[in-house]
């Protein structure tokens, strides 16, 4: 072993109890994490808080552009381009450009040592990433969220900081179980007519090679940290390759690989970072690669479906996002599920892959304990509700947070116009007042109802906060309709009120054909869309959402091959040289 | 549980000490397998060969054509091309041609029910039909193979019986494995401020639909049996394609699991057969079908690289073939060395995926104890080796059985040409005399010495028995080169004789970076070629020699999708209807 697989056997060492505890949530799919959901209860939190504000802030070009400093091969000239949404200044933060070519050159020079350590080495050096991001870099990473993603600051914590986190783990855990499935040596012995052949048999993981992995805008860290651990963890090395608009997260993020990599005696180029500009992307040119061998990609449907279709000979690995469907068949307590409802389609101004968009109820209403709640009431109830949570700036700013990018605006004016011609406009969108920042980038939701027949305008996902109440024939026509479009058009969720359990059943089968995970009659107080790391798997890759899921073996078992070599027991015999 | 499902496990319980036997040899790839290897040690051999051979015969169109009845949907006019090579004569069957759409339609209609019921009554189901093959159809398949693809009834009855019947139980070890992963229940808890909300979840296995199976001319059951299992025990529907030249032996393989999943109370259409024919191939339009999920393909890396190409939307799983290298550097015993290569050199005329065909040697020879031995010598010895095995025409038919398609014959004479023109003949092919088929389709294999600037006619797979020995400047030559050629055209196997254990180490690197599998050093009864099943890994997914491998995890995991569903715990209170 060298030097390096010893030092990372130590890290196995050290984090085998949250290893431990990840395999068996995994397994049982219960609820767990080892890290607090709560900021406050993060160790001396307000501490910690202030560090990472004060490391946030010293990434900030505020006179001048400052360079952030990853000291990669082939560093050209800078580029930066982030605008904080809450201000809507520039971070003033400058990256260098990198000659693709040069970071494959160097990761493909890393790989050697990486791919031939034990798994459980490198699963370890991994760990100690994950431990090193909570540790060091959280609350630094949750403001990074905060002033490029726009989420709120608790959202940036939570789903960009501890979820993601341990979503990163739970890929460790299937990187770990589809591997140990290899056994690294046989003994095969066999007759062959009156002779016993015995052979020892050695059986190597290889690696693909080279992954590039694209992170979005909106929420950088939630896929792009489990893709590079699937990556990572198998002995591949990752370019990243960050969204324009949203590079800093990933940037301390890849400087935390690259330090902890290096500490751990491994080659620091195993993972890079490739920024670029709305001006000259990057992204066709790293997909078409020659030297790609694999692709994870977050982001849009339609650049995720060209990755699918054009990746070959690499491996894609797609989310992107759809038509989140809801389908109000009965409720127990109605005005709940809109409360629930409400806080979901504003949660981040919907901004999330999982925000639900459109909802579909029979034309006679929704039946209730007390009568039917005509199709016109639950629309105006539905936008009550949601209004209810954006007049008060305070709460708005928790929740609504900001948006992410200008375009998000424009979309919804052409939205609302076309919504007011071709049907009811429920909510029109207004800016509302961030308390903390007056700048801020802010728009509450637009709701639209409209008729089954304006299905162009719902058929596709409208990123932002924009939802559409449908009036379908019955209830049989609404769960039809809305399984239909999250099949054609793609979903990641569904959500279902209904008190008949008939319904219920047939909707779990509609769903379950369709490739959306539904949640049904869900009240209270979690957000609908809550994903569960551990627990929930996200994505089906049974609709245009996107081709693989977190996590199972499928996300896994491909990003390696096996090789092996077999040879006679006999020890071999001298023979002198040429 | 349907009756179906009940009758399903029971399948499961009744296989369950073979299929745990199984379960086990994956794990520690030792030598195991529940059938015997030689026909003579199978039940009852002489009355069970004699009841094979009526049965094979009892399909063939001595006089008028006879036709095979699949009882499939859609069928429509019939076809039927097969022609002995053994006899050279018609075989004189007929097939329906089927309307793909129909079966298209069929297949969707039968996936409810079976994606539905338990893992473990799939894989029972699915374990009766390798018992159905094995005791019901063992021998009768050996003769369909051995008069359609040319095999002996030696390799007929174990490649394509035995061992394949080991490949297909693998798979199902693996999908055991991969589905058993994902828990089929969960309760989760968790706080959100003040409440507790506690949720009810269901996963669901969703299989991706329809698959199409390709199987090849010279091999059909060996890489369709376990396509077809991993497809069918994650739920999917299959399709088979086979070769025209080859048809016989999938249906009496697709007629068995016809039979069995009906018994089983499933539909059989869940496998069917769309036989083509040369003028009017349907390989691409299934390949491009809409409804197509998956293609498992094994043929020519031209038409696999077509396939991987194209196939998106659906997955792909390709087995193609490529430059299998032998590198020779040094050997304690050069003539035992000499003739275990000649033995795989000429075993079934080398019309296998794992035959090798380009030997690298050192300008300077080959070092042995008693000195070097030339280059010109090497050539000439292992020419004689090879001859020697062809001159016995009762020992020829047993090693090199026939030739499968009379294209093999031209690209002989077309290799032999060249050869001639561009190096040196070491051995001239010619037909050798069938003892018991004297109008056999035949040849002895053809030998070439040349050197390495000679690359582009030894630098692609010449499909048939074909060889080069390839003249290198040194040792570390013949590695680079070999290697080189491995990565770039593809190559399953691979073969080194060297007693210098840096040497060996070295090729062990390189050839698992080209992702070609190798023995080492390997002389006496065993074919260098053998492929064990539960042992040796078939196909890396390294090089253009396919991207799936028999059998790991990736070869099932991503056959299937995982959907769920979660609710609140409390009980549902009944509404009045509407």
Redesign the interface.
Known sequence: MTAAAVRGAGYFERHRDRFEGARQAC?????WSPFPELPAKYPDAAAAQARGLAAFQAHLGSDAPRLFELDQPGEADTLGEEVSPYTQAALGIRYCRADPDRLFDAAANALGDWSRVPVDTRIGVLMEVVDRLYREHLFEIAHAVMHTAGQSFNMAYTGSGVNALDRAIEALVYAH??QH???PQ?????Q????T?A?Q????L?P?GVAVCFSCASFPTWNAWPSMMASLATGNAVIVKPHPATVLPMAISVRVFRQVLQEAGFDPNLVTMAPDSRDAPLGKILVRHPRTAMVDFTGSVQFGQWV??NA??ALSFTETAGCNTVVLE?A?DLDAALRSLATTLCMFSAQMCTSPQNIYVPA?GV???SG?VALDEVGRRLAAAVDALCREPKKAAMILATIQSPQTLALLAQMQQQGAQRGQVLLAPRSYPHPEFPQARTSTPLMLQVGKGERDLYGEERFGPVSFVIACDDAADALAQATRDAREFGGLTAFLYS???GY?AQA?QA???A????????????PLNFA?AY???HV???NPAGNA?LT???FV??RF????????LAP???????
């Open positions: 397994a049982v799919r219960n609820c179980q589809a499935a290899v056994t046989a003994h095969w012995e066999r062959f007519g009156p002779s052949i052979l048999k050695t059986y190597r290889v693909r699918e279709r070959y000979p009965s127990n006679r039946r209730t304990p039917t008190e008949d359990e219920v779990e769903y379950a054909q490739g959306a995970q539904l949640t049904i009659n869900r009240t209270g107080a979690m569960a627990s929930d798997y089906t890759g049974l899921a199972h073996l499928a078992a491909n091959c096996v090789t092996q070599s077999r040879r006679p071999p015999v001298p023979i002198p040289p040429l």
